[in-house]
């Protein structure tokens, strides 16, 4: 057994169990404080896991590999888990109690997105996912006097437990019919099947893994918890759901695509289906967002379209979709990052989530003007920011691959569109930080007073500003990596 | 490094520096948008002027080093280029020079950049914010004319977008700007998603984003022949190409987020919307969709001298019925864009040539044009032209321009117009000689009809009794609105200045010309 190569998810889990022991000798108001720590903790193992990165990977017996594209999402994770635990600490004050165990949570969790990233079996797949979605069910309920937040538990609880059979059953579709956990043995079995009935369960299987996924990813049509839980949740839950989370689901999609189907591959019902839901999915978040005045609940309608995006590029089945979908997921963290952080400050003076808050923010609190701007302009895809190049790719990698995808061209006009109707909310936005009149039913003008950040939150605002811009000026060595992590991953087959 | 660096570079380096200056010196925003665009106008013309002669006989001029490159460049006649890799993973460079086309465009936008940052004077709130989103709004434009690269020319041609929502957005008049804010946006930024879409397939058919090798790369003749570049495919990425630039210009039906905004934006903004931006979707369709495109061209064309018209007649029909002046304005400033069309479509030499000489022209115009109703707003807190009569007895230096602003904009010989226009009609008339006489006639009659209302109404007669009281523009303030009708009248009597320069992009212009059918070809 080599435990250097699990040494990152090691490493989270004990600084978990680490948070929860120094809690017990903390004094209640310098708890807080602890994410200062984790953070730096989390870099530390972050900076660990990296130097010992050549020195084994894994083999398929294992179950668990660390190739460079498993070495690039936990780099990923481990940078929105930073962000996350650094807003967590900027939001403790409305945690009521167990800020501690908040931060330990995120960091198990954390470990379970971590093994997501190298699982290269059915059943670490499986325990992967289990390990990040148990785990939210208890953060996503995490403030427990607020009952908005039992409800995104209970809901996210219901639907999630429901995936999760689903996927569960799939699984033991492709087991019972191939006879493999490991994905290159899945591969290799589903190649000799000859017997048709196996081949339909295969089939079957494959889809009913990819649904348990897509409900991680919020793809059309298990897309329906997402406004309810994002609203509902502590902010920085939400934005570890939509960070996180979502990569998780993405990364599995990728390695059982690209290892365990390769026989499918080349069939037009699996491209068509994933087009379909890509074009679904876009248009679905898009317009369901145009109305909203809850910021959090449309950024969730937001993050479904962005996860039709990424769809769109799993659809091309092509390494340089993939290597987009990577790079795009990196600029959209710095965006999500940004977004929430500035809602989460603000929402926390007025209790109130509406878009009006927003009103003189640009007076308030410059800094804050400046990142939710630049952020939500990343989201839409404007450049010279990080979602521009990422949106970019991704539609250059589609474009690309419209010789070998009938039903393309029909894909990308509907992005196009739904890109078209998400600046209305987008800009929106950006409407009511620059000149909101505020809540239209209040009596009084909206505050023009200085909007205190937190430190904590103000690190985090200037991580995501460098990021984005750095990202949409100087994209060059994210997407070189990205493409490093993505060479093979089609080709291969 | 090129010049050319140097010319983008300064608006937004300045932009950068105001981001950090605390914002009560509001004095410092003014003064360094000022000296930045006064920089790179100093710049542009440096440039434009040392532009003839061959490059061999100037050291230090010399371009990349890269023989290759150099040959191209030199085919095409580009110069002052700097070539450095930007984002290798997706082969897209920092790629910028001029050939004739361009370095008249950049001149143009210089000035016009530098005559808005006096004319944003009117901004007394937030000037901070201002002044950055405008020169951001400047470098941006400034690079888009002079790239060379067609990724890093849509990247910075982009940049305006979002300066032109929040400019609107909160330092705009009216009831509407709400409205004409989001409008604008909205057309705009699907303009440019058709665009970009055009714009990568254009990249995996050449496997390049250079233009210089992807114009080198056109023998899309032969291409055509192998079945590699079928002219299915050139239609699509054509059709792309001319109706998201069109959006982006106003192509008639696409035009009426143009009168809208333009009306509702202040004035620094509508200047360097309606001069310098709105040029962009031309400046492209020239460089990059018909040279690149001849068999796409050959297709759609004739559908976009037909939309033309739709520009000069209706909407030079519709500015007649306006009651407001900057509706007026913005109207036949999208009129005047179908002459442009109309130079473009007849893919002449001559047509193309007057097509640049009206996106020049008409951008100093526009300009001026909104520059003066912006400082009558200022003044009178209305453009209604039923209470502003009689003005040019209370504003003689004002009026004057200002009549001289409506005559360039009917096409008065000794203004750049009429030259660039003139040449356009001469350009098409072999081509289409129904539409250009149409488009003629709509011309001189439409255009002098509105034109000659509004200066009637506005400026001659007694004034009005609603009309307010209005002080004339003082000293340093003429500075700007001198300086524009200046530029236009030189290049009116002699317009040899720019057509030089112009001549220099034959190669462009011959490789366009491809896509002429031979029939009409023959008939020249």
């Known amino acids: ?493 | 490094m090129s010049p050319l660096t140097y010319i983008m570079g300064l608006p937004l380096a300045m932009a950068l520096i105001l981001a950090v200056v605390p914002s009560e010196k509001r004095q410092f925003f003014r003064w360094g948008a000022r000296l930045a665009t006064l920089g790179s106008l100093l710049l542009a013309i440096y440039v434009f002027s040392v532009f003839d002669p061959p490059i061999t006989d100037q050291p230090g001029l010399l371009p990349t080093q890269d023989t290759e490159e150099f040959a191209l460049e030199d085919k095409y006649g580009y110069k002052f280029t700097q070539r450095v890799e930007w984002i290798p993973s997706l082969d897209i460079h920092y790629y910028v020079g001029v050939d004739g086309i361009g370095i008249v465009m950049v001149l143009m936008a210089a000035l016009v950049a530098f005559a808005a940052t006096f004319c944003a004077q009117e901004i007394r709130t937030r000037e901070k914010e201002f002044y950055i989103l405008l020169l951001l709004m400047t470098g941006g434009i400034l690079g888009a004319f002079m790239s060379l690269d067609v990724f890093l020319m849509y990247f910075l041609h982009e940049l305006a977008l979002v300066p032109t929502f929040i400019m609107i957005g909160v330092w705009g008049r009216g009831q509407d700007k709400d409205f004409a804010a989001y409008k604008i946006t909205l057309y705009l930024s699907l303009g440019a998603l058709l665009t970009l879409a055009g714009v990568i397939m254009l990249y995996l058919q050449f496997g390049s984003f250079s233009l210089l090798s992807m114009m080198d790369h056109g023998t899309q003749f032969a291409a055509i022949e192998a079945g590699t570049f079928s002219v299915t495919e050139q239609n699509v990425i054509f059709a792309l190409l001319m109706f998201g630039l069109g959006i982006l210009v106003g192509l008639w039906p696409f035009h009426t987020w143009a009168p809208l905004g333009y009306s509702a934006a202040p004035t620094a903004t509508a200047m360097m919307h309606a001069g310098v931006i709105k040029k962009f979707g031309l400046f492209m369709l020239i460089k990059v969709a018909l040279p690149l495109l001849p068999q796409g061209a050959q297709t759609w064309l004739p559908i976009l001298a037909l939309l033309c018209l739709g520009n000069i007649l209706y909407c030079g029909l519709v500015a007649m019925r306006q009651k407001d002046l900057n509706l007026l304005i913005g109207n036949s400033s999208v009129a005047h864009m179908g002459f442009v069309f109309l130079g473009i479509a007849s893919v002449t030499t001559i047509g193309l040539t007057g097509a640049v000489m009206v996106m020049v022209a008409h951008g100093l115009l526009a300009g001026l044009a909104f520059g003066l109703s912006g400082y009558l707003y200022s003044q009178a807190r209305t453009l209604d032209m039923e209470k502003l009569q009689g003005l040019l007895a209370s504003m003689p230096f004002w009026g004057t321009l200002m009549i001289m602003a409506l005559m360039a904009g009917c096409g008065l010989p000794g203004f750049a117009n009429f030259a660039g226009e003139l040449t356009v009609f001469f350009g098409a008339w072999k081509v289409y000689p129904v539409i250009t006489t149409i488009g003629i006639w709509s011309a001189l009659v439409i255009g002098a009809v509105y034109m000659l209302r509004a200066i009637r109404t506005l400026l001659h007669g007694m004034k009005g009794e609603q009309t307010p009281e209005v002080e004339d523009l003082k000293h340093w303030q003429r500075l700007p609105y001198a300086l524009l009708v200046a530029v236009l009248l030189l290049f009116g009597f002699y317009p040899k200045l720019i057509t030089d320069k112009i001549s220099k992009s034959n190669a462009t212009f011959e490789q366009a010309k491809k896509g002429q059918a031979p029939t009409e070809e023959a008939t020249e």
């Open chain 1, 1 to 493: 057994m080599d435990l250097q190569l699990v040494s990152l998810e090691i490493g989270a889990c004990l600084l978990g169990i680490a948070v929860l022991l120094v809690d017990l000798w903390t004094p209640a108001e310098r708890k807080a404080q602890l994410g200062w720590w984790v953070a730096g903790g989390l870099v530390g193992v972050l900076c660990y896991s990296f130097t010992i990165f050549d020195q084994g990977t894994g083999t398929g017996a294992t179950g668990y590999v660390k190739d460079s594209l498993a070495v690039y999402f936990q780099g990923y994770f481990v940078l929105s888990a930073v962000l996350v635990v650094l807003l967590t600490q900027s939001y403790a004050t409305r945690i009521r109690s167990g800020i501690s165990e908040l931060y330990a949570f995120t960091c198990f969790a954390l470990a379970g997105m971590s093994f997501a990233a190298g699982a290269n079996s059915l059943v670490l797949l499986f325990v992967a996912v289990e390990l990040i979605t148990i785990t939210f069910y208890v953060l996503t309920s995490f403030e427990r006097h607020r009952l908005r937040s039992l409800e995104a538990g209970i809901k996210y609880l219901i639907l999630g437990a429901a995936s999760s059979a689903i996927m569960v059953f799939g699984i033991a579709l492709i087991y019972g019919s191939t006879g493999a956990l490991d994905f290159h043995g899945v591969a290799r079995a589903a190649n000799g099947l000859n017997d048709d009935s196996m081949m339909l369960l295969y089939q079957l299987g494959v889809l009913m893994t990819l649904g348990g996924l897509f409900f991680k990813l919020a793809a059309v049509p298990f897309q329906l918890w997402v406004p309810d839980v994002y609203q509902g949740a502590p902010t920085p839950v939400t934005t570890f759901l939509s960070t996180g989370s979502k990569a998780a689901g993405i990364v599995l999609i990728l390695r059982l695509l690209a290892d365990a189907c390769p026989p499918l591959l080349g069939e037009a019902w699996l491209r068509q289906l994933l087009a379909l839901m890509a074009a679904a999915t876009i248009l679905y978040g898009s317009l369901c967002a145009l109305r909203q005045r809850n910021l959090k609940r449309l950024l969730g309608y937001s993050s479904i379209a962005s996860a039709g995006f990424v769809l769109l590029g799993l659809v091309t089945l092509s390494d340089q979709g993939a290597q987009a979908v990577l790079f795009y997921l990196t600029a959209y963290v710095f965006g999500v990052v940004g977004a929430f952080t500035v809602i989460s400050v603000v929402s926390e003076e007025s209790s109130d989530e509406d878009i009006s808050t927003l009103a003189n923010l640009h007076q308030r609190s410059p800094l804050m003007a400046t990142v939710l701007t630049l952020s939500i302009i990343s989201l839409a895809g404007v450049p010279p920011l990080a979602g521009f190049i990422g949106k970019f790719a991704l539609l250059s990698a589609a474009i690309s691959s419209v010789a070998v995808h009938p039903v393309m061209p029909w894909i990308i006009g509907a992005a196009l569109v739904g890109v078209v109707i998400s600046f209305y909310y987008y800009f929106t936005v950006i409407r009511e930080i620059f000149w909101g009149k505020g809540r239209f039913w209040a009596e009084e003008a909206p505050s023009t007073e200085p909007l205190p950040c937190p430190r904590a939150a103000e690190v985090v605002l200037l991580i995501c500003l460098f990021g984005l811009i750095g990202l949409g000026l100087f994209p060059e060595p994210i997407l070189f990596i990205a493409g490093e992590a993505t060479e093979y991953l089609f080709s291969a087959n």
